[in-house]
C-alpha cells in the first residue's frame, strides 16, 4: 500500500490500484495517496453495490468497524449483515439470503475479497476496480472523486489486533470454552453484546470505559485466538484491552503476553 501510494502521488494520478498475485482481492488509494482499503473499501463497494437496490444486505466479516454499520445502515439505507471471517463464508452467507428472499447485492471482507451478485459472486479483484473506476469517471465530470463518496463514514481513532496462542492440542474446542466463558463473564459485568454477532464474542464498551468495542474469535485453521479492539477515543484501546485482561488471566490454555505488553 506505501509503494502503490508513492507511485500514485509521483505520477499525478487520479486513482492508485493494487491486486494480490491471483487477483482475488484488490485495494486502491486517491490521488492524494490515501488508503482506500479495509472498511474504507467495504463502504465503496457498498455505495455501488446499493444503487438499484435500495434497503439491500451487504454481508461483511466480522471485524468491520462500527463506523461502517452506521454508514451502511443510515446513510445509505441499506442492511449491515456481519457474519465470519473468510471470503468462502461471507459468499456462501449472501447466496444464503438471496435464495431465501433477501436483496443481498455483495459480499465483502476487509481484506479486499469482493463478491458482487451481478458478477455471479464470484471474489474477482478486477471487477470490484472496474466498478470503481466507472463510478470515478462519472464523479470526475462533476469535479469530484471516490472520496466524495464515504465522506461520512466514521473511522475509529485507534484500533489494533493481538494474537494469543492457544497451547492445548484440541485448540478449537479450548478457544471455544474461552469464548463461552468470556460471554458470561461479560454478561456479570453487565456489558454489551452484540445481538447480531455469528463469530467468536462481539463485545461493545461506552465512552466512559473505552469508547469502542472488542471481538474475540477462534481462527479458522491456526491455534491462535485473535483479539481486535476499536475506539473512537484516546486510549480507548488500551482501556479495552484492560478491562478484558482480568478475564484472560483464568485462561491458563492461552498465551495473554501480548495484551499484558499492550496496555503496559
Not at 508513492?6 to 485495494?27: C, H, Q, W
Not at 454508514?71 to 456481519?82: T, V
Not at 482480568?246 to 495484551?259: A, E, F, H
Amino acid at each position: 500500500m506505501e509503494s502503490i501510494s508513492k507511485a500514485t502521488v509521483s505520477s499525478k494520478a487520479d486513482l492508485g490500484v493494487i491486486f494480490d498475485t491471483d487477483v482475488d482481492r484488490s485495494s486502491c488509494v486517491d490521488a492524494t495517496g490515501k488508503e482506500i482499503n479495509r472498511n474504507r473499501l467495504v463502504a465503496l463497494a457498498a455505495v455501488i453495490a446499493l444503487e438499484g437496490n435500495e434497503g439491500g444486505t451487504i454481508v461483511t466479516d466480522s471485524i468491520t468497524s462500527r463506523g461502517l454499520n452506521v454508514f451502511i445502515e443510515q446513510d445509505l439505507g441499506g442492511k449491515h449483515h456481519r457474519f465470519k471471517r473468510g471470503y468462502k463464508n461471507v459468499i456462501d452467507e449472501a447466496v444464503r439470503l438471496n435464495n431465501e428472499g433477501v436483496n443481498s447485492p455483495l459480499a465483502i471482507e476487509t481484506s479486499g475479497h469482493a463478491a458482487f451478485r451481478e458478477n455471479y459472486f464470484l471474489d474477482d479483484g478486477a471487477y470490484l476496480i472496474t466498478r470503481l473506476i466507472i463510478k470515478m469517471v462519472h464523479l470526475k465530470r462533476q469535479n469530484k472523486g471516490l472520496e466524495s463518496l464515504i465522506e461520512t463514514l466514521g473511522e475509529p481513532i485507534e484500533e489494533t489486533e493481538l494474537r494469543l496462542k492457544i497451547n492445548t492440542a484440541d485448540f478449537k474446542a479450548y478457544g471455544q470454552s474461552v469464548i463461552d466463558g468470556l460471554q458470561e463473564y461479560a454478561k456479570q459485568q453487565g456489558w454489551d453484546i452484540a445481538p447480531d454477532n455469528h463469530e467468536g464474542l462481539r463485545v461493545s464498551f461506552s465512552k466512559d470505559s473505552g469508547d469502542g468495542w472488542l471481538l474475540l474469535r477462534l481462527s479458522v485453521h491456526d491455534p491462535i485466538m485473535p483479539l481486535n479492539i476499536e475506539s473512537d477515543s484516546i486510549g480507548g484501546t488500551k482501556a479495552i484491552a484492560s478491562s478484558l485482561y482480568t478475564y484472560l488471566q483464568t485462561c491458563d490454555g492461552l498465551t495473554i503476553t501480548p495484551v499484558k505488553e499492550f496496555i503496559g
